[in-house]
């Protein structure tokens, strides 16, 4: 099975109009997508382990 998936980094000093549009409010902010719709977000800094296994539960 193959998995696709995306990941982008935003300077939100230079994007003011997306952290607004998301209702970012602290940095940093981890927002996971899938079929368009927001479905987990991490706020803080975490651990990667952290971040691996919340990843895993939508590829």
């Known amino acids: 099975m193959t998995v696709k998936a995306s990941i982008f980094k ?3 000093d230079e994007n003011l109009n997306v952290p ?3 209702g ?6 981890l ?5 368009g719709q927001e479905v987990e977000r991490i706020v803080g ?3 990667r382990e ?3 296994k919340v990843i ?3 590829v």
């Open 45 to 47: 800094a975490v651990s």
């Open 50 to 52: 952290a971040i691996a």
């Open 10 to 12: 935003m300077n939100v």
């Open 31 to 35: 927002v996971l997508f899938k079929g």
């Open 56 to 58: 895993e539960k939508y």
């Open 20 to 22: 607004q549009q998301y």
């Open 24 to 29: 970012i409010r602290g940095i940093p902010t």
